[in-house]
């Protein structure tokens, strides 16, 4: 089983590697997690500079694709020969997007019909997108879903392995990381129809160019 996440220069250092972490504690035959870009290595927004392990070409053959987010994403969810270059299929594979990445969820319209969740700073581009955003950590519509600001991450990456493998693999993924002496409760073990559901606050004092 392959889970690609789609990186980019100038992408949001947590919110590749928050995902990237959890998603590696994962003991399954046969389980594999590659970064992909279009490039051989990315900065992060912060100055980390990662290799990449193959090409976005791959991830139309992957079980799970999830979006970074970053700066980038505003160039690239306008950029046709880039987005061209994504076949991706919601009905047999496992799409995700974290912050700003909805914006190239939605530029490939796996977001029509769809409710949507992305970081504050962006959500007035994904609404001119005609996409629905509401206010929730998590939300997910079939195969296809959105998480917003970076420990939502954690929600995503537990989508992506119960999906796929089942509750005992999320359990013992999160058992590694979850604070001693304190439950871990995520938006995503709430039913289907309230993950889309939220009253939080928006976020204050975020820098425009982080998610």
Request: proline residues 6%; glycine residues 10%; contains cysteine.
């Amino acid at each position: 089983m392959l889970v690609a996440q789609v990186v980019f220069d100038q992408f949001t250092d947590i919110d590749v590697f928050l995902a990237w972490d959890l998603l590696n504690r994962v003991r399954h035959p046969g389980w594999s997690v590659k970064l992909l870009g279009t490039a051989s290595h990315y900065t992060s927004r912060t100055g980390l500079t990662v290799p990449m392990h193959g090409s976005i070409d791959e991830a139309s053959s992957a079980d799970a694709v999830l979006f970074s987010s970053g700066p980038g994403t505003r160039v690239l969810y306008r950029d046709p020969g880039y987005l061209a270059r994504f076949r991706l299929d919601p009905e047999r594979q496992l799409i995700g997007s974290m912050c700003s990445g909805a914006l190239l969820l939605a530029a490939l319209g796996l977001l029509d019909g769809r409710p949507a969740t992305t970081h504050p700073i962006v959500a007035e581009l994904l609404r001119a997108e005609g996409v629905d955003v509401v206010q929730a950590p998590f939300v997910r519509s079939g195969k296809v879903a959105t998480a917003a600001a970076c420990l939502a991450g954690v929600d995503l990456a537990s989508w992506v392995v119960e999906s796929l493998l089942g509750p005992e693999a999320r359990g013992a993924m999160l058992a590694e990381v979850r604070p001693v002496g304190r439950d871990l409760v995520l938006a995503s073990d709430r039913p289907a129809g309230s993950s889309a559901v939220s009253h939080a606050e928006p976020l204050r004092g975020s820098r425009q160019d982080e998610q």
